[in-house]
């Protein structure tokens, strides 16, 4: 009679305490670590253009290797932007002046860490390369216990194509909600099951306005978004 009545007890107790482990303690751990993942570190907080002018606001990082990048990208609906060449360079003025589809069009080089991005991901908008979510990525140095590094990127919405505002070249205008493109990559990801763990790495920007190299205003509410990738499943 009293192993029953202790059943009665533990099964509560043992189901809660797992819910606090797995909804509350696991979490706060990871994000903890994610904010101390060594790539994380950087003291960058804005990208810059060929020129050294600032550009856009670093605002979501992803950790995982390029493979498991590139697949959850894919996953997600983000196509991989061509390099900048002479036909995709026609092509995207085609695609623009023409109202013709080209998922795959390039995106200007912005720096970080003295580099040109690593990878370069789109989501169109519309039938032409006028409107677009995308964002670029760079490798950062170190790895987690885990040996995964950290790709820190600056995700941005492509609303027109006009002209610098600072150098009168051609270029895209983004909107300046930047956050607004951080949490729309971080819900794709996750809807298409490729985050394991989500966690924010709050006041990552001590300022939250600026402008980019073509002039347009950008707001962040500081926070970097961090998503841990899901390694796929090994088949036999």
Not at 69 to 94: E, K, N, Q, Y
Not at 176 to 203: K, P, Q
């Amino acid at each position: 009679m009293h192993r029953v009545d202790d059943a009665h007890v533990l099964l509560p107790l043992g189901v809660s305490l797992w819910g606090a482990v797995a909804y509350l303690l696991m979490p706060a751990v990871w994000r903890r670590k994610s904010r101390r993942h060594p790539g994380l570190s950087a003291r960058e907080r804005v990208v810059t253009t060929k020129d050294g002018i600032p550009g856009d606001p670093l605002n979501v990082a992803l950790i995982g290797v390029e493979d498991d990048v590139a697949r959850a990208m894919h996953a997600a609906g983000w196509f991989p932007a061509d390099p900048i060449t002479l036909r995709s360079s026609i092509g995207i003025v085609g695609s623009a002046l023409l109202h013709r589809p080209y998922p795959t069009a390039p995106v200007s080089d912005l720096f970080l860490f003295g580099r040109h991005e690593d990878l370069a991901f789109e989501k169109p908008v519309g039938h032409d390369a006028r409107l677009r979510h995308h964002v670029r990525f760079w490798r950062c140095e170190g790895e987690d216990h885990r040996g995964r590094p950290a790709w820190i990127g600056a995700a941005t919405f492509d609303r027109s194509v006009g002209l610098s505002h600072t150098t009168g070249q051609v270029t895209h205008h983004i909107e300046a909600e930047v956050d607004r493109e951080r949490d729309g990559l971080l819900d794709d990801l996750a809807a298409a099951g490729c985050v394991e763990h989500r966690g924010r790495f709050e006041d990552f920007h001590p300022v939250r306005e600026g402008r980019n190299g073509g002039g347009d205003p950008w707001r962040t509410d500081g926070v970097l978004g961090v998503a841990l990738l899901r390694r796929p499943e090994r088949t036999s």
